[in-house]
Antibody
Framework: QLQLQESGPGLVKPSETLSLTCTVS??????????WGWIRQPPGKGLEWIGS???????YYNPSLKSRVTISVDTSKNQFSLKLSSVTAADTAVYYC????????????WGQGTLVTVSS | QSVLTQPPSASGTPGQRVTISCSGS????????VNWYQQLPGTAPKLLIY???QRPSGVPDRFSGSKSGTSASLAISGLQSEDEADYYC????????????FGGGTKLTVL
């Protein structure tokens, strides 16, 4: 059974870059069955997909965030990462890392989530 | 403004059957399968229904999903207090090189 764990700063200043890492255990990030991705949830609001990456580096991004988002994968560490640049208060959210099953596009395993606050 | 449209709230009494709708368009629900997620207070979302009407192992058969055209529905029969949660629909959208879209979520209250 896969387990995912987010890590990174809980506080980021406006205009700076938000950086998070997700460590995958219980399976290989190089699995052909999965994409790996990020979903966020602002306080009291709904879910927003940020983007997903395959172990080969192929990516899909939310069109509304694409200009600010980079998702990368490190197969040697079984980790993948999120960078979101030029953050504002609107980027304050709980950020979840997830596994996404190829083909059926379902998010079957989730991290516990990490709250990132954008504030000076 | 979410791409998929859900009612913000729904409610029912224990034992009742409730349905939650999810409306989309030809580029998402109309051409791809729909998945549903349940989010209990303070927890990460959990996959509830996938591929329109399939239940992952461990999900009670009280939960069922359906799809017709550009709309989908989640039905919960025999409503229980522990079903009080937020429910989200999601689908792949073929526009703009492809991306995942979510509904805005429906908060289910068990009266």
């Amino acid at each position: 059974q896969l387990q995912l764990q987010e890590s990174g700063p809980g506080l980021v200043k406006p205009s700076e870059t938000l950086s998070l890492t997700c460590t995958v255990s219980g399976g290989s990030i190089s699995s052909s069955s999965y994409y790996w991705g990020w979903i966020r949830q602002p306080p009291g609001k709904g879910l927003e997909w940020i983007g997903s990456i395959y172990y080969s580096g192929s990516t899909y991004y939310n069109p509304s965030l694409k200009s600010r988002v980079t998702i990368s994968v490190d197969t040697s560490k079984n980790q993948f990462s999120l960078k979101l640049s030029s953050v504002t208060a609107a980027d304050t959210a709980v950020y979840y890392c997830t596994s996404m099953v190829r083909g059926v596009i379902i998010f079957d395993y989730w991290g516990q989530g990490t709250l990132v606050t954008v504030s000076s | 403004q979410s791409v998929l449209t859900q009612p913000p709230s729904a409610s029912g009494t224990p034992g009742q059957r409730v349905t939650i709708s999810c409306s989309g368009s030809s580029s998402n629900i109309g051409s791809n399968t729909v998945n549903w997620y349940q989010q209990l207070p303070g927890t990460a979302p959990k996959l509830l229904i996938y591929s329109n009407n399939q239940r992952p192992s461990g999900v009670p058969d009280r939960f069922s999903g359906s799809k017709s055209g550009t709309s989908a529905s989640l039905a919960i029969s025999g409503l229980q207090s522990e079903d009080e949660a937020d429910y989200y629909c999601a689908a792949w959208d073929d526009s703009l090189n492809g991306h995942v879209v979510f509904g805005g979520g429906t908060k289910l209250t068990v009266l």
